[in-house]
């Protein structure tokens, strides 16, 4: 877990950062040479009886990657993984001089109005709501909320279950490191959530309506016409089908759309070994859907340098690996070099051909 101080400059850094660009990710990586990953943190030996049937097979999932029969300090030539013509993958560019200022500005005006405000109009704050939270940066929001960059889980379950020695199916992804962690912490202060996401507040936050309590029963227009993305959820904080869907959904139909013979867990063995640990790039790294993840809210020229030196997992993670829910997001159908423009298969009819306008990124820069 990071210090406080040391996230705190994290996020900030987000912004701040603008004098170190982020590391252009080079088109051919020499192959890259890795130790074999240790085993995902194994769950500590079971305290208790109540322990142990907290985790009936915790081991059983790590044990199935590419890796699992190799010995502890094997050393493998990962088999470079090329890159596709026509695509370049970029990272967000860091925050402009001008979005600095700006939020600098902000930040000085608000730490002045913070002391000459009681906890009712803090909470109101219009911040909280459109349009200012639309722009608001997190730097912004930590003026007020540093709590959420410090709160942990508990310790132990209120039944006395140490939380070290319980491990969620998600914490056996190559990617997973360290114990578990708070929400917050996880998406935004990770060393992983770091390298393949650019979250910002509001792109979960987008603000309550304080007076209405549903999108579907608003004065001035007939129930149940919200628009697809309404402009709040209910009384939840963030709407879920726009965003914990994105990266926690199931694996989209791996035999309808992908042409799998199964799903993932059971093919992937037919498609890995330890040279070549990431089956997905068999399809995607050339072939299908090369043009992606191109939004400011993920990092990636990042996702695709790590999916051609570790395993499926990186990819998988958000297409499937930690899914909450049965469905999948239905995602845009961003057009790709060597795509067949002549037919469109059946799952695809409805589809978006481009990623949400307020999430694209602005043109590359010649
Ligand atoms: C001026 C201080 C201030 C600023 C700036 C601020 N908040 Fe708040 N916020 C509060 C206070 C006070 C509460 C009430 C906390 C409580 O009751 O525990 C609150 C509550 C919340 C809640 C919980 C709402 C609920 O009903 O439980 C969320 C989520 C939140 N803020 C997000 C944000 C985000 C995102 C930003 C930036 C866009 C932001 N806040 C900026 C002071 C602020
Ligand atoms: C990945 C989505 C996501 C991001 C990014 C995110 N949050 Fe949250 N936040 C949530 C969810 C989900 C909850 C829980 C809401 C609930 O309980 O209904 C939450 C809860 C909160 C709360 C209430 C905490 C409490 O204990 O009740 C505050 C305050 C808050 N977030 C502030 C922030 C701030 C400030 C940032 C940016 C530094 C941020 N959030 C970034 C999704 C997010
Ligand atoms: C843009 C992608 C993205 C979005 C959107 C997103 N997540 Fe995540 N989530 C991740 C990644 C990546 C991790 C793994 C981080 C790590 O390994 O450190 C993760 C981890 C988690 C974890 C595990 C935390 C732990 O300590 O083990 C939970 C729970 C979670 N997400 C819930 C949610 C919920 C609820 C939402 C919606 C409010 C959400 N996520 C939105 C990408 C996302
Ligand atoms: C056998 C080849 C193959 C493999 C292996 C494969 N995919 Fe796919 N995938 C496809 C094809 C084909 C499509 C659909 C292309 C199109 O749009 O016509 C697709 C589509 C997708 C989509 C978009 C789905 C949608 O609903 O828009 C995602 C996300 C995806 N794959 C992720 C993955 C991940 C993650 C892995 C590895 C865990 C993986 N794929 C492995 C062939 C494959
Ligand atoms: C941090 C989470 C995350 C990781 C890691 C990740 N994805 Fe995605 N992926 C997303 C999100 C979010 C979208 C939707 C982006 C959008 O709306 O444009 C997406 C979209 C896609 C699409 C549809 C693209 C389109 O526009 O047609 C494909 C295919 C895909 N991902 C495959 C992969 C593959 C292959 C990997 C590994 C190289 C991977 N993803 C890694 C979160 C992730």
């Avoid at 200012?132 to 310790?155: D, F, Q, W, Y």
């Avoid at 340098?305 to 159908?333: I, K, M």
Wanted: glycine share 6%; aromatic share 8%.
């Amino acid at each position: 877990m990071k210090t406080f101080e040391s996230l705190i400059g994290v996020l900030f850094g987000i912004a701040f950062a603008t004098a170190a660009p982020a590391a252009p990710v080079a088109a051919k990586p020499a192959a890259p040479v890795a130790a074999k990953p240790a085993a995902p943190v194994a769950a500590a030996p079971a305290a208790s009886v109540a322990a142990e049937a907290a985790v009936p097979d915790a081991a059983a999932p790590a044990d199935a990657g590419p890796y699992a029969d190799l010995a502890d300090d094997a050393v493998i030539d990962i088999e470079p993984v090329p890159y596709p013509e026509g695509v370049t993958y970029r990272n967000p560019p860091p925050a402009t001089k001008d979005e600095i200022a700006r939020i600098g500005a902000a930040l000085k005006a608000l730490t002045a109005e913070i002391p000459t405000l009681d906890y009712e109009r803090a909470r109101f704050h219009p911040l909280h709501f459109p349009p200012m939270v639309n722009g608001a940066s997190n730097e912004e929001c930590l003026a007020c909320h540093k709590e959420i960059v410090t709160h942990t889980p508990r310790e132990a379950s209120p039944a006395g279950v140490p939380a070290s020695a319980t491990m969620a199916w998600y914490q056996t992804l190559d990617t997973y490191v360290g114990p578990q962690a708070d929400f917050h912490y996880r998406h935004m202060g990770s060393d992983f959530a770091r390298q393949v996401m650019n979250l910002e507040c509001t792109f979960c936050h987008k603000g309550n309506d304080p007076r209405e309590e549903s999108p579907d029963m608003m004065p001035g227009r007939a129930n149940f016409t919200a628009p697809d993305t309404p402009e709040f959820t209910l009384r939840k904080m963030v709407n879920p089908s726009e965003t914990c869907l994105l990266c926690h959904g199931a694996m989209p139909d791996p035999v309808n759309i992908m042409g799998l013979g199964g799903d993932w867990h059971e093919v992937r063995a037919d498609m890995e070994t330890p040279e070549a640990p990431n089956g997905c790039m068999s399809c995607h790294a050339e072939t299908f859907r090369t043009n992606r993840h191109q939004v400011d809210y993920l990092n990636a020229a990042n996702i695709e340098e790590l999916a051609r030196t570790g395993t499926s997992d990186s990819c998988f993670g958000c297409h499937g690996g930690r899914a909450w829910y049965r469905n999948a997001f239905p995602y845009p159908r961003t057009p790709w070099p060597g795509m067949d423009t002549e037919t469109t298969p059946d799952w695809a009819l409805n589809r978006p051909v481009a990623s949400k306008p307020e999430h694209q990124l602005p043109p590359a820069a010649e």
